[in-house]
């Protein structure tokens, strides 16, 4: 059974820090784009970022400059270390894996998709 499943989500005072992980199971993602989205309460999911098989990350301006993706092989895991956390920050974080070399900012081009872990920024 193929899996992703998130952690590391909790409550954060506005300017704080969180590390979230996403660890991988049933397949290796090593030859897999990954990609962190989120959804705030009341609106669509939405693209934070994304890390190749190469390693070529991509933000959305929101988090740029705030927000760092990476990825450790040997675990089958990535992660997203998210700094100065706003109150717009908050939201379900997740994560997933698109086949292939390259990351994406469309949802729909992600095949496999964790169940989620729970941001919340207090301002």
């Known amino acids: 059974q193929v899996q992703l499943v998130e952690s590391g989500g909790g409550l954060v005072q506005a300017g704080g820090s969180l590390t979230l992980s996403c660890a991988g199971s049933g397949r290796s993602f090593s030859s897999d784009a990954m990609g962190w989205f989120r959804q705030a309460p009341g609106k669509e999911r939405e693209f934070v970022a994304s890390v190749s098989w190469s390693g070529v990350t991509n933000y959305a301006d929101s988090v740029k400059g705030r927000f760092t993706i990476s990825r450790d092989f040997a675990k089958n895991t990535v992660y997203l270390q998210m700094n100065l956390l706003k109150f717009e920050d908050t939201g379900v974080y997740y994560c997933?894996?698109?086949?292939?070399?390259?990351?994406?900012?469309?949802?729909?081009?992600?095949?496999?998709w964790g169940q989620g872990t729970t941001v919340t920024v207090s301002s």
């Open positions: 997933a894996a698109r086949p292939g070399p390259y990351g994406s900012t469309r949802s729909k081009d992600y095949d496999y």
